[in-house]
């Protein structure tokens, strides 16, 4: 047998014959030949060494081979016809398989982590010294997660219900505007600008009279809707309003998120911006008196369009559709122009972090929607000195977008020689300005848009001066209550 091994192999099997093994061994799983009735201690050896993946010499050492007694195997799974071979002889798998059985045993009796097993469920919790520190890190980890979770959908789902209850409480309003909105002959709904999803637009149209029938100024307006429920029937309360004086009204819808991200945006809103400086003639508009106004997320959308218009034009090598000169002023509300200083507000009030930077397009892209951030880049001057005149509106008690954004935006603004213009009203939220305040009839806002867009129109001015108060749509009570439930 041992003239099929090589030296080596020889000479590590003659040192294995000691003299402290047994001569013989008796296996009962071995078949007697003829020529024996028992395997020498030299063939067990080839076999331990041909079976090296389930033997070391140590399983030799610890096995149940004792000096002077049988060597007894009891197979932990019989087999049925498996073999293993050495050198042509067959060995039973039995014989291989029980010190493997041992070598787990005794490895398993070793390493405090498979010990844990053997405890079962009780163990993993209750006996916690033994598990290392990167377990119980990776339990609390989970556990934070968890909390996480919990915690901001108790916030979604608190915030859902505010928005319901706000909306149940403004309803006497919202169904008088809606019924506008469906069946006035003055509106002329979906008129569609581009080839993407909502790229749509209503106008608002000023009764004819018959007396000023000339061209109307015009306000290209984007609504808010924290990027997410965005849609151009929400300025339906400011085009009911302004059209009544003689302007003429284009809500331009734009694709929310998750449908498009910032990028997406703000193209909707360019293209809504160049089809309304294009054919608003066709609609009774002065291509000269265009105003650009956005409130909330959609202030912010107006002003990147804007601002990214700019910096095209001053490229003589781009093309473009329209032009920031069609632009007589740029009017936000309510609106964030700092998006590094907006994520942390907005992290503590919807939407959160993660999302808001889903919405940007990650946090690389911030400084690129960040209006007043770049305003101040030394390399756009170009661009800043073809952006018009800013005014800004903020309610100075809004905790859904501080008044701060508009106060640090109008600052930039003027530092770089922009003529910028900061208009505060005082204890006013975020939806006072745009909602509550004009279904009450008292709208500083709406006073304040008619004066600038009609400054040196004496006639416009008397006109709205000699018309009647703005009628109530919502009792003061619920208007009150509506103002103390309102999620934004």
Not at 357 to 362: K, S, T, V
Not at 473 to 485: C, D, Q, R, S, Y
Request: net charge positive.
């Amino acid at each position: 047998m041992h003239k099929s091994f090589s030296k080596s192999t020889r000479l590590y099997i003659s040192k294995m014959q000691s003299p402290i093994l047994p001569i013989s061994i008796s296996n009962p799983f071995i078949p007697n030949r003829a020529s024996s009735s028992s395997i020498s201690a030299s063939s067990q050896a080839e076999a331990v060494f041909m079976n090296s993946k389930d033997y070391d010499v140590d399983d030799l050492a610890h096995s149940s081979i004792e000096d002077g007694k049988k060597f007894e195997t009891k197979p932990f799974l019989p087999r049925v016809s498996s073999h293993d071979s050495v050198n042509g002889t067959l060995l039973p798998s039995a014989m291989t398989s029980s010190v493997s059985y041992q070598q787990r045993r005794r490895r398993a009796a070793s390493d405090p982590n498979l010990s844990d097993l053997r405890g079962g469920r009780r163990r993993f919790f209750w006996n916690s010294a033994g598990r290392t520190d990167g377990d119980k890190f990776y339990i609390t980890g989970c556990g934070s997660k968890m909390l996480g979770y919990i915690r901001s959908g108790y916030k979604w789902i608190t915030g859902f219900l505010s928005l319901q209850c706000y909306a149940f409480l403004i309803m006497p309003g919202v169904l008088q505007v809606a019924y506008y909105y469906y069946f006035s002959s003055q509106i002329r709904r979906d008129v569609v600008f581009g080839d993407q999803p909502r790229n749509k637009l209503d106008i608002y149209l000023p009764k004819s009279d018959g007396n000023n029938d000339g061209p109307k100024p015009v306000i290209a307006f984007i609504t808010g809707g924290a990027w997410v429920i965005g849609y151009k029937a929400w300025g339906s309360l400011l085009g009911r309003h302004l059209s009544g004086t003689g302007v003429i009204v284009a809500c331009i819808d734009y694709r929310n998120y998750p449908k498009a991200t910032m990028s997406e945006m703000v193209q909707d809103a360019s293209r809504g911006i160049s089809f309304v400086c294009n054919n608003i003639t066709e609609y009774g508009g002065d291509p000269n008196r265009i105003y650009l106004m956005g409130q909330s997320a959609g202030a912010h959308i107006a002003a990147c369009a804007l601002v990214e218009q700019a910096i095209t034009e001053s490229d003589a090598t781009q093309t473009t559709t329209w032009s920031v000169s069609q632009i007589k002023a740029y009017l936000g509300l309510s609106g964030g122009y700092n998006m590094f200083n907006l994520a942390d507000h907005l992290n503590t009030r919807g939407p959160y972090k993660s999302l808001f930077m889903r919405i940007m397009e990650g946090e690389e892209s911030l400084s690129k929607y960040s209006p007043e951030i770049i305003v101040q880049d030394p390399k756009y001057t170009n661009a800043v000195a073809l952006l018009p005149p800013v005014t800004l509106f903020h309610g100075t008690a809004d905790y859904s977008i501080p008044a701060d954004c508009s106060r640090t935006f109008a600052d930039s603004l003027q530092r770089v020689g922009v003529k910028a213009e900061l208009k505060l009203y005082e204890g006013k939220t975020h939806t006072d300005v745009f909602v509550q305040d004009p279904m009450r009839g008292d709208d500083k806002l709406f006073d304040d848009l008619v004066a600038l867009i009609h400054a040196g129109d004496e006639e416009a001015l008397a006109g709205q001066a000699r018309a009647p108060p703005r009628r109530r749509l919502v009792p003061e009570f619920m208007l009150k209550m509506a103002g103390k439930i309102s999620p934004f």
